[in-house]
Structure formats: structure tokens, C-alpha cells
């Protein structure tokens, strides 16, 4: 059983156009987390969701919205979509906040031309 | 601002150690450290939490002086299988968590 999962794996869209990325945890755990991690592999956390609450909202541009629909669940909605956002994505889990190990998802890879 | 890390790279050959260092410049609440292999996840290795404490996980251990702001990751008589890219992660009281750069580990036969 996959314990953190994203969909797409794989992004390809072009510069203005609006996109999700899907995140689904089976852990039962309570906090669940985007990051961004660059082409230099820096990793960076963006949001972070505590039962349902945003708890953790890193400085990135509004264009990007979390959502939250029950706490197995943290979607992300990115509008406008720019060159730079070209990244890879990944989503994850922990029990209860930053005290706690996090379980990653396999990321997406989105590519913006 | 993000912790700093060193060595930005390091290769051993199977067998030999390592040590990979995490610094921050603020009071930390916890250290993360997390290994990630090419094309794949971050996978979390351990947490130390302020206390000074130190952790083992068979040949892999950390160390956390939280007077100095500073984590130490060890790798002892390294395998092939520790080759990846290792992130720290700090934390602060406030819910601030920054990764460092990584440090780049190649385990060659």
C-alpha cells in the first residue's frame, strides 16, 4: 500500500495555464506538507496543514493555493503558472506537526515552457 | 535562513565513515535528517530534539548540541546503499522549518 501518493507524476504545461497536483495519505496522520524542491535540489517547504488548518505558509506567491478537503487529503492549485515554477513537488505526512517524521510522496515533476 | 551544511560533497569508498555537519545560526527546537537517492524521495532517517540527545540506527547515528546550534550525522563502515543526497532539516519554536543544501555522499565499491 502506497502510503503517501501525488498525482500526476509528471507535469508538462505551458506559461499562464492553471494546474492541481493531487496529494492522499493512508497514514492516518494528522499534518501533511507541500515543499518545492528546485533543479539544484533545494528543498523548501511551502504550506503545511495540521487537521484540516494551515499552520505553516511560507513565503510564495499567492498564485499558489492549498487546499485542504479532509486531512488525508492536500491538493495544490497553482494559477498563472510561470517559467520558475518548474520544479519538482512533493507532498508529505507526518503524525502531529514537526515533532515527527515525515513520510514523502514520490513528488511531481512540473515542467513549464 | 536556511542551516548550512558540510561537506557539499564527500566520496568513500565501501567501508570507510563519515561525518556530515548541520549548523544553524538560531536556537533550534529539533533536527531532521532526511536521505534522498537520485529520482526518488526524500526518505527520513531520524529527529533529535533539543535536549543534546544522540540517536543511533545501526551503522547510521546523530548527535544534536543544542547549546551550539549544531547536528552531527555519522555513517560508519559505509555501504553502497548510503549513497544519496543528505538533507538536514532544523526547527524552530515557531514552527519555522528550513532544509540545508544537502551534502552529496558517494559510496564507491
Known amino acids: 500500500d502506497t502510503a503517501v501518493s501525488q498525482t500526476p507524476k509528471y507535469l508538462v504545461t505551458q506559461m499562464g495555464n492553471d494546474k492541481s497536483i493531487k496529494c492522499e495519505q493512508n497514514?492516518?496522520?494528522?499534518?501533511m506538507y507541500w515543499y518545492k524542491q528546485d533543479s539544484k535540489k533545494f528543498l523548501k517547504i511551502m504550506f503545511s496543514?495540521?487537521?484540516?488548518?494551515?499552520?505553516i505558509n511560507e513565503t510564495v506567491p499567492n498564485r499558489f493555493s492549498p487546499k485542504s478537503p479532509d486531512k488525508a487529503h492536500l491538493n495544490l492549485h497553482i494559477n498563472s503558472l510561470e517559467l520558475g515554477d518548474s520544479a519538482v513537488y512533493f507532498c508529505?505526512?507526518?503524525?502531529?506537526?514537526?515533532?515527527?517524521?515525515?513520510?514523502f510522496g514520490p513528488g511531481t515533476r512540473l515542467t513549464v515552457t | 535562513q536556511q542551516p548550512v551544511q558540510s561537506p557539499q560533497a564527500v566520496i568513500l569508498r565501501e567501508g570507510e565513515d563519515a561525518v556530515i555537519n548541520c549548523s544553524s545560526s538560531?536556537?533550534?527546537?529539533?533536527v531532521h535528517w532526511y536521505r534522498q537517492k537520485h529520482g526518488e524521495a526524500p526518505v527520513f532517517l531520524m529527529i533529535?530534539?533539543?535536549?543534546?540527545e544522540q540517536k543511533g540506527h545501526e551503522k547510521i547515528s546523530a548527535s544534536f548540541n543544542e547549546k551550539k546550534q549544531q547536528s552531527s550525522l555519522y555513517l560508519t563502515a559505509s555501504q553502497l546503499s548510503y549513497s544519496g543526497t543528505y538533507f538536514c532539516?532544523?526547527?524552530?519554536?515557531?514552527?519555522?522549518?528550513?532544509f540545508g543544501a544537502g551534502t552529496r555522499l558517494t559510496v564507491k565499491p
Open positions: 508529505a505526512s507526518s503524525r502531529q506537526g514537526l515533532a515527527y517524521e515525515q513520510y
Open positions: 497514514l492516518g496522520h494528522d499534518t
Open positions: 496543514y495540521n487537521n484540516k488548518e494551515l499552520i
Open positions: 538560531k536556537a533550534l527546537y529539533s
Open positions: 533529535l530534539l533539543k535536549g543534546g
Open positions: 532539516g532544523t526547527v524552530r519554536a515557531n514552527n519555522d522549518m528550513r
